[in-house]
């Protein structure tokens, strides 16, 4: 089993940045594929980024690409998502992720097996 507690989200102006961590505790984190999802209210989560677990495969969603940058450390057991140029449609709560997964299935959310609780990132205009 694997636990995931994310940390680092809050209240920004556009255009501002933030760094979200993700620390893991259990199971062998360095074998799994990380990735973050976001979840606005009334709206389905919704992938943001994944990296895999040597970190030479990462992938982005088209609305963050530019923007975001996922990261990985195996010795801290963390995953680190950095945010620039924040937009008021960033606004959602971010979850981070572990699992399996199958290569050219990151952005599928029920390839994924571990979550954490979520941390709420709000952008105002």
């Known amino acids: 089993q694997v636990q995931l507690v994310e940390s680092g989200g809050g209240l920004v102006q556009a255009g501002n940045s933030l760094r979200l961590s993700c620390a893991a505790s259990?199971?062998?984190?360095?074998?799994?594929?990380l990735g973050w999802f976001r979840q606005a209210p009334g709206k389905e989560r919704e992938f943001v980024a994944a990296i895999s677990w040597t970190g030479g495969r990462i992938y982005y969603a088209d609305s963050v690409k530019g923007r975001f940058t996922i990261s990985r450390d195996n010795a801290k057991k963390t995953v680190y998502l950095q945010m620039n140029s924040l937009k008021p449609e960033d606004t959602a709560v971010y979850y981070c992720?572990?699992?399996?997964?199958?290569?050219?299935?990151?952005?599928?959310?029920?390839?994924?097996?571990?979550w954490g609780q979520g941390t709420q990132v709000t952008v105002s205009s």
């Open positions: 992720s572990a699992g399996a997964v199958v290569a050219g299935r990151e952005a599928r959310r029920y390839e994924y097996e571990y």
């Open positions: 259990g199971g062998t984190f360095s074998r799994y594929t």
